[in-house]
Structure formats: structure tokens, C-alpha cells
């Protein structure tokens, strides 16, 4: 029987477990990349396993989300990374020089290889062939360590793409109509694979914004096959000695398949609050907008800026519409003013922002009261722009520029024909922004250099056989990590300081939330299904943690999110009857019992409810390793442990 791409890249890179859909496997990671909201904490973690000099192929840190300095914590989470980066053989990436993904994929992705990256967007690298995962940083401070990382082995979901795209159609289109087709929730548990003559038509950039937003899916990742176009992709960024061609074998047997005629594809629009509220462009109808922002690690390529410049050429932004463009990378940015398509897009009156992530996580240009905006980005959630009656649509650039002209949301077919846009054969290559770490031989004599605001790693507990504790929240469904533990401008310079950073912990729900958990000292939070879903910010179980929270009974759980938690040593429980949850109160005492035998076991455990006096069922399915992770009280003593140094 004929393999998928996927299965290829993780059987050549099994460490461990069975190759068997639904087991926990162990795969050897190549690469890793960190970012600087969830890196500072990884290298926390990675300071305090006690190991020396990273053990990867490539580890690269780059600086790309907290670059708005209006105190002293971001400056000096900068400078501590850099510092770690430099005496751990780690690539600096400085601010400026771009969002993590765009430069990862420009710079170092190499096709057949893998990558963990502590960003739920890192298969953004999927689109050049690799096996590219987004996950927490303890998760990957292990790997750099050379640690193997465990996924459960996931079914493979194949997208075949046929056909070609009509004009002002465009990649994004595509990923908005997989997200309308099988939702948020579609792709839990699943690498979905693209394969089809339609891919052929597809650049590098195209395909990372289709693997990118894979990770709205829910998946695990996503992966176009290495060919031709992949070639000369690398070949232009001076790499094509990295080249390998990869494909799935002719055989090869999928658990479900995805059919597209791009050619039948029109301009989508992801509706408020979720990227899987899609609907036409047409058929939302002419809605008047306040502002449009394009960049993000989704849509911030230079085909994308060629075509939003080619929109704007010779025309000004409507009146009422703030238009921002953040280019990707300081590539991107280089060759649009060598091109001459940066000034193009200044004269109609655009704000040029930063390479960086900037609106897309609440870094500035936080939307008017009730105010409507078209992004080019991945994530619409409720709140996350910085205004929390924002509307939030997300549209492909081609839309959002051709709509920042008309001053509502405007079909860019309206255009007409559309002409040709290729690549350059040669990008500009300048890596100048990129430190290399010192040799080994003088790592001791660089000084890591801590600010103020780093405070430890929280403290986690063993598990114990019985948690009773009352309930001090109760949420629905789809809770996203955004809803957990907020981000923007004010609250991410807090992201090295545990202590103060929960104050702020599920504050959108439910604004007495931290004081309520801390006052009960231990608590359990209910949710519905598909909670945690976006982010990989390990926050979102590190301030629960912090609060007390000791385990949380949920319907469902997104995969980074419940991977988090175990690595925190706080227990996720599903209902078993998912009817259960309705019976649960906030403010009711669980008795959860017989947990220690019950995960050694079936991994079926009660719950009483003290105040209904029902008991009903939850389950807790855990691997061998998760077991033990859970039972010392989480990831990072468990490793420590491993490696035998002091706990
Ligand atoms: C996001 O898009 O939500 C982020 C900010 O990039 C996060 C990481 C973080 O919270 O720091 C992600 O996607 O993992
Ligand atoms: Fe940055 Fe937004 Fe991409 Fe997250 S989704 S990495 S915040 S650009």
C-alpha cells in the first residue's frame, strides 16, 4: 500500500510508538523556531532543563509580535532572547526583519524535513513541503533539547485541487472555502494533504497561505507536495541545493478526500467571529467599512503586495476607510521599493506599517467603536483586534484592496482582467538581521541578561488521586485561546510574568474571574467542545495554573491547547455524554476520584456533582509518557527529572 506525503516525512522521522492511526508516536524535529510572545517563556523552560547548546539542524528565535515598545518588558524579553539565543546556538532573527513564518519559509524551510514552532501557524512551512507543527514552548524548548516530539498519529485528509483559479480569485479563497466545508473543528486530529493539477498553478506563497490557515482547521498541519514550482521558489532565495522532490505515492490511501475545482471558487469572506462563518463577498452585499488592514503571516508575500499594488496603482483610499499594509518580511519590504510597488501603495494613501504581526494580534490599529474591518489575516475572534464590537471580516488581499478603494466590501472581480503576476527569479538576498550564535567554545562567556518583568516558571503539583474542588467557571463551546488568556498591546508585555499576566486570565468571559479562581484557592473550569481552539500560547494553561485551576471537563479539546495543559499537569476530562455538561453549575463542588488508577486504566473517571448529586462519567485517554508528564506534575519537571538533574 502506497504512502502519503505526511506518512513518508514521519516514518523517516519515528522515534517512537506504533505506526497506527489514533497512537501517540515520537518524531525526531530537524528545526524549530520560537517567537517572542511565547519565547521568552520557552527559553525559560529551556534555561531551566539545565542543557547546554540546541541539539537541531536549525533553531532560529525571531522577534515579530511584541514589537510595540511603550515600556521597558518587551526591550528586555528582546534582549533576554537574544542572549539565550546567542550562548545556545540559536539564530536571532531581530525585530524588523520579519514575521516568523514569512522569514522561516523564505530563509530556512527546507522541503521533507521537519519543524515545531511554538506559533499554531508554523505549517505556514507546510506549503514548501515540510512537516511543519505548531505547539507549546515546553514542547519545543524539549526538542531544541533534542527531545523527540509526540503528536497523536493523525488520520490523513486529502484536498484535491483541480483546475485553475479565475481572476482576483485567489489562495486565500481557497482555505476560506476548505474552513466553510468542514468548520473549525474539521481538521482536529487530521494533516490535510494537498495534491490535484491544480496545485501545480500555485505558488510557494500561495500555498503557505493555504497551510497557515490550516491551523483555523484545527489540524495538525498541512502539506503541499515539493515539485517544480517549489524549485523555483528556492532557486530564487539562492537555496536550491535544499531542494528534494516529495510527493505522495500514486497509491496512497487517505481517510477522507476533499474535491475543489478552484476554477468554480469565487471571493469568500470569513463573517464575524469565526474563520469558518463564510460566505460570499457577493452575497454579504455591498456593507460599508471603516478600515482595512493587509499583511499577517497569511497574506503578507510579495505576490501578494504585487497584486494589491497593481489594485491601488494610480487610485487613493476612500475617504472613510484607514487602510494598513504590513509587508511580511524585510525581504518583502526590500524588493516592493525595489520594485516600485512600496510607493505605488504609499501614494494611494496607505499607513505602511512594520514587518511584524501588528493588527493582526491587537499590536495597534484596534478598530473604531462597532467599527467594520476587512484583514487579509487568519483569526476574526471576538475581542482579539483590541475593540471588542469590531467586526472582523477576513477577505483575501485582492478583496481588501479593491475594497479599501471602493469604501465597502467590493467583488475585485469588478476589475476585469487580470494580468499576469510572476515571481522574480531572484529575491534579494540580505540575511543581516539574522545573528548566528557564538561558537560553543565561548557560549560561557555570554551573559544571560534577565529584566525585571521575567518572573520563574510557575509551580505545578503531582497529581493527585482526588481533586474536589468547586467549579469557577462554566464556558461554551468553541472557547478560543484569545477568550483564555487575552493578548494586544497592554497585555502581552506581560507574557514572561505568570503572576500578572493571569489577572487578566479569561477576563473577556467573565471579568471577576482571576480573583474568583485565586479566592477558591483550588478550582475546575467546565467547557464545551473544541475548547482552546487558535493560539499555541501556553499561557492559556500557565495563568489557569497560576490561579489554581487543577483540572478542566470539557466536551472536546483543541490539540495544542489540551497538549498545553498536560505539560502544565493540569487534567483534561471529557464528558463521556456530552448531555452531562447541561447538569453542571458554575459554583458546584466536583468530587473528581479514583483519578490515579482511572488514567492507569480505562482512563474512565467519575465526577460528583455535590450540589446536583449526580455522578456522571468523564475520560481521560492518556499515552504511557502522558501519564507519567501527569503524574510528576507536568512537562518540565518530568524532563528534568529525565535528565537527572534536580527538580
Ligand atoms: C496568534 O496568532 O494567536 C499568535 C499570537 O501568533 C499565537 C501565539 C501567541 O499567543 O503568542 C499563536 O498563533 O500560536
Ligand atoms: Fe503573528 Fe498574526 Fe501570524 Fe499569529 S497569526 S503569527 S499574531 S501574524
Same mark, same amino acid.
Given at each position: 500500500?502506497?504512502?502519503?506525503?505526511?506518512?513518508?516525512?514521519?516514518?523517516?522521522?519515528?522515534?517512537?510508538?506504533?505506526?497506527?492511526?489514533?497512537?501517540?508516536?515520537?518524531?525526531?524535529?530537524?528545526?524549530?523556531?520560537?517567537?517572542?510572545?511565547?519565547?521568552?517563556?520557552?527559553?525559560?523552560?529551556?534555561?531551566?532543563?539545565?542543557?547546554?547548546?540546541?541539539?537541531?539542524?536549525? *533553531?532560529?528565535?525571531?522577534?515579530?509580535?511584541?514589537?510595540?515598545?511603550?515600556?521597558?518588558? +518587551?526591550?528586555?524579553?528582546?534582549?533576554?532572547?537574544?542572549?539565550?539565543?546567542? =550562548?545556545?546556538?540559536?539564530?536571532?532573527?531581530?525585530?524588523?526583519?520579519?514575521?516568523?513564518?514569512?522569514?522561516?519559509?523564505?530563509?530556512?524551510?527546507?522541503?521533507?524535513?521537519?519543524?515545531?514552532?511554538?506559533?499554531?501557524?508554523?505549517?505556514?512551512?507546510?506549503?514548501?513541503?515540510? $512537516? #511543519?507543527?505548531?505547539?507549546?514552548?515546553? %514542547?519545543?524548548?524539549?526538542?531544541?533539547?533534542?527531545?523527540?516530539?509526540?503528536?497523536?498519529?493523525?488520520?490523513?485528509?486529502?484536498?484535491?485541487?483541480?483546475?485553475?483559479? =479565475?481572476?482576483?480569485?485567489?489562495? &486565500?479563497?481557497?482555505?476560506?472555502?476548505? $474552513?466553510?466545508? @468542514?468548520?473549525?473543528?474539521?481538521?482536529?486530529?487530521?494533516?490535510?494533504?494537498?495534491?490535484?493539477?491544480?496545485?501545480?498553478?500555485?505558488?510557494?506563497?500561495?500555498?503557505?497561505?493555504?497551510?497557515?490557515?490550516?491551523?483555523?482547521?484545527?489540524?495538525?498541519?498541512?502539506?503541499?507536495?515539493?515539485?517544480?514550482?517549489?524549485?523555483?521558489?528556492?532557486?530564487?532565495?539562492?537555496?536550491?541545493?535544499?531542494?528534494?522532490?516529495? #510527493?505522495?505515492?500514486?497509491?496512497?490511501?487517505?481517510?477522507?478526500?476533499?474535491?475543489?475545482?478552484?476554477?468554480?471558487?469565487?471571493?469568500?469572506?470569513?463573517?464575524?467571529?469565526?474563520? %469558518?462563518?463564510?460566505?460570499?463577498?457577493?452575497?454579504?452585499?455591498?456593507?460599508?467599512?471603516?478600515?482595512?488592514?493587509?499583511?499577517?503571516?497569511? /497574506?503578507?508575500?510579495?505576490?501578494?503586495?504585487?497584486?494589491?499594488?497593481?489594485?491601488? =496603482?494610480?487610485?487613493?483610499?476612500?475617504?472613510?476607510?484607514?487602510?494598513?499594509?504590513?509587508?511580511?518580511? &524585510?525581504?518583502?519590504?526590500?524588493?516592493?521599493?525595489?520594485?516600485?510597488?512600496?510607493?505605488?501603495?504609499?501614494?494611494?494613501?496607505?499607513? @505602511?506599517?512594520?514587518?511584524?504581526?501588528?493588527?493582526?494580534?491587537?499590536?495597534?490599529?484596534?478598530?473604531?467603536?462597532?467599527?467594520? *474591518?476587512?484583514?487579509?489575516? +487568519?483569526?476574526?475572534?471576538?475581542?482579539?483586534?483590541?475593540?471588542?464590537?469590531?467586526?472582523?471580516?477576513?477577505?483575501?488581499?485582492?478583496?481588501?484592496?479593491?475594497?479599501?478603494?471602493?469604501?465597502?466590501?467590493?467583488?475585485?472581480?469588478?476589475?476585469?482582467?487580470?494580468?499576469?503576476?510572476?515571481?522574480?527569479?531572484?529575491?534579494?538576498?540580505?540575511? !543581516?538581521?539574522?545573528?548566528?550564535?557564538?561558537?560553543?567554545?565561548?557560549?560561557?562567556?555570554?551573559?544571560?541578561?534577565?529584566?525585571? !518583568?521575567?518572573?520563574?516558571?510557575?509551580?505545578?503539583?503531582?497529581?493527585?488521586?482526588?481533586?474536589?474542588?468547586?467549579?469557577?467557571?462554566?464556558?461554551?463551546? +468553541?472557547?478560543?485561546?484569545?477568550?483564555?488568556?487575552?493578548?494586544?498591546?497592554?497585555?502581552?508585555?506581560?507574557?514572561? !510574568?505568570?503572576?500578572?499576566?493571569?489577572?487578566?486570565?479569561?477576563?473577556?468571559?467573565?471579568? %471577576?474571574?482571576?480573583?474568583?479562581?485565586? *479566592?477558591?484557592?483550588?478550582?475546575?473550569?467546565?467547557?464545551?467542545? /473544541?475548547?482552546?481552539?487558535?493560539?499555541?500560547?501556553?499561557?492559556?494553561?500557565?495563568?489557569?495554573?497560576?490561579?489554581? @485551576?487543577?483540572?478542566?471537563?470539557? &466536551?472536546?479539546?483543541?490539540?495544542?491547547?489540551?497538549?498545553?495543559?498536560? +505539560?502544565?499537569?493540569?487534567?483534561?476530562?471529557?464528558?463521556?455524554?456530552?448531555?452531562?455538561?447541561?447538569?453542571?453549575?458554575?459554583?458546584?463542588?466536583?468530587?473528581?476520584?479514583?483519578?490515579?488508577?482511572?488514567?492507569?486504566?480505562?482512563?474512565?473517571?467519575?465526577?460528583? %456533582?455535590?450540589?446536583?448529586?449526580?455522578?456522571?462519567?468523564? =475520560?481521560?485517554?492518556?499515552?504511557?509518557?502522558?501519564?507519567?508528564?501527569? &503524574?510528576?506534575?507536568?512537562?518540565?519537571?518530568?524532563?528534568?527529572?529525565? $535528565?537527572?538533574?534536580?527538580?
Amino acid at each position: 500500500m502506497g504512502l502519503t506525503l505526511a506518512e513518508k516525512i514521519i516514518r523517516s522521522h519515528l522515534t517512537g510508538g506504533e505506526f497506527r492511526k489514533g497512537s501517540e508516536i515520537g518524531i525526531r524535529i530537524d528545526q524549530t523556531l520560537t517567537q517572542d510572545a511565547t519565547g521568552t517563556m520557552a527559553y525559560i523552560e529551556f534555561e531551566a532543563m539545565g542543557i547546554g547548546q540546541v541539539r537541531t539542524e536549525r *533553531s532560529v528565535a525571531y522577534i515579530d509580535h511584541n514589537t510595540l515598545q511603550s515600556g521597558f518588558e +518587551n526591550a528586555d524579553d528582546h534582549r533576554f532572547i537574544a542572549s539565550v539565543a546567542k =550562548k545556545h546556538g540559536i539564530y536571532y532573527s531581530r525585530p524588523g526583519n520579519g514575521i516568523c513564518h514569512q522569514v522561516h519559509l523564505e530563509r530556512f524551510s527546507v522541503p521533507g524535513k521537519t519543524l515545531i514552532g511554538s506559533d499554531s501557524h508554523t505549517p505556514t512551512c507546510g506549503g514548501i513541503g515540510m $512537516l #511543519a507543527i505548531g505547539a507549546g514552548g515546553l %514542547d519545543v524548548a524539549v526538542a531544541m533539547g533534542g527531545g523527540s516530539y509526540y503528536i497523536t498519529y493523525p488520520e490523513i485528509l486529502n484536498v484535491r485541487l483541480t483546475g485553475r483559479l =479565475k481572476p482576483w480569485v485567489s489562495a &486565500k479563497d481557497i482555505i476560506l472555502e476548505v $474552513l466553510r466545508r @468542514i468548520s473549525v473543528k474539521g481538521g482536529v486530529g487530521k494533516i490535510v494533504e494537498y495534491s490535484g493539477d491544480g496545485i501545480e498553478g500555485l505558488s510557494v506563497p500561495e500555498r503557505a497561505t493555504i497551510t497557515n490557515m490550516g491551523a483555523e482547521l484545527g489540524a495538525t498541519t498541512s502539506i503541499f507536495p515539493s515539485d517544480g514550482v517549489t524549485r523555483r521558489f528556492l532557486a530564487a532565495q539562492g537555496r536550491e541545493d535544499v531542494w528534494v522532490p516529495l #510527493a505522495a505515492d500514486p497509491d496512497a490511501v487517505y481517510d477522507g478526500v476533499i474535491e475543489i475545482d478552484l476554477s468554480e471558487l469565487e471571493p469568500l469572506a470569513a463573517c464575524p467571529h469565526s474563520p %469558518d462563518n463564510v460566505k460570499s463577498v457577493t452575497g454579504i452585499g455591498r456593507m460599508s467599512i471603516d478600515q482595512v488592514c493587509i499583511g499577517s503571516c497569511t /497574506n503578507s508575500s510579495l505576490f501578494d503586495m504585487m497584486k494589491v499594488a497593481y489594485i491601488l =496603482k494610480g487610485k487613493t483610499v476612500h475617504p472613510d476607510v484607514s487602510l494598513t499594509v504590513s509587508p511580511g518580511s &524585510k525581504q518583502v519590504f526590500g524588493m516592493m521599493a525595489e520594485l516600485g510597488i512600496l510607493d505605488t501603495i504609499i501614494q494611494s494613501g496607505a499607513r @505602511i506599517l512594520e514587518c511584524a504581526c501588528g493588527p493582526c494580534i491587537g499590536m495597534g490599529q484596534s478598530p473604531n467603536s462597532k467599527g467594520v *474591518s476587512l484583514r487579509t489575516f +487568519n483569526r476574526n475572534f471576538e475581542g482579539r483586534s483590541g475593540t471588542k464590537d469590531a467586526m472582523i471580516y477576513l477577505v483575501s488581499p485582492e478583496t481588501a484592496a479593491y475594497s479599501a478603494l471602493c469604501g465597502y466590501l467590493a467583488d475585485p472581480r469588478e476589475l476585469g482582467a487580470m494580468p499576469e503576476f510572476t515571481l522574480p527569479d531572484r529575491f534579494r538576498i540580505n540575511d !543581516n538581521m539574522i545573528i548566528k550564535p557564538v561558537d560553543e567554545s565561548e557560549s560561557g562567556l555570554v551573559e544571560i541578561l534577565r529584566g525585571p !518583568n521575567i518572573k520563574e516558571y510557575p509551580e505545578t503539583e503531582e497529581l493527585r488521586d482526588t481533586i474536589c474542588a468547586p467549579c469557577s467557571l462554566k464556558v461554551g463551546d +468553541n472557547i478560543t485561546t484569545d477568550h483564555i488568556m487575552p493578548a494586544g498591546a497592554k497585555i502581552l508585555p506581560l507574557r514572561s !510574568n505568570i503572576p500578572e499576566i493571569s489577572k487578566h486570565c479569561f477576563t473577556v468571559c467573565d471579568r %471577576d474571574f482571576p480573583e474568583r479562581a485565586k *479566592s477558591m484557592g483550588n478550582s475546575i473550569i467546565v467547557g464545551g467542545s /473544541n475548547y482552546g481552539q487558535g493560539s499555541s500560547r501556553e499561557h492559556a494553561a500557565l495563568a489557569p495554573l497560576y490561579l489554581g @485551576i487543577r483540572a478542566v471537563i470539557a &466536551k472536546s479539546f483543541a490539540r495544542i491547547h489540551r497538549q498545553n495543559l498536560i +505539560n502544565a499537569g493540569i487534567l483534561p476530562l471529557e464528558f463521556v455524554d456530552p448531555a452531562d455538561y447541561d447538569t453542571v453549575s458554575q459554583g458546584d463542588t466536583l468530587e473528581i476520584s479514583g483519578i490515579l488508577s482511572s488514567i492507569d486504566g480505562d482512563g474512565i473517571i467519575p465526577v460528583k %456533582d455535590a450540589e446536583t448529586g449526580k455522578t456522571f462519567m468523564t =475520560k481521560c485517554l492518556l499515552s504511557d509518557r502522558m501519564k507519567n508528564v501527569m &503524574k510528576c506534575g507536568g512537562l518540565l519537571k518530568f524532563t528534568k527529572q529525565s $535528565l537527572g538533574s534536580e527538580v
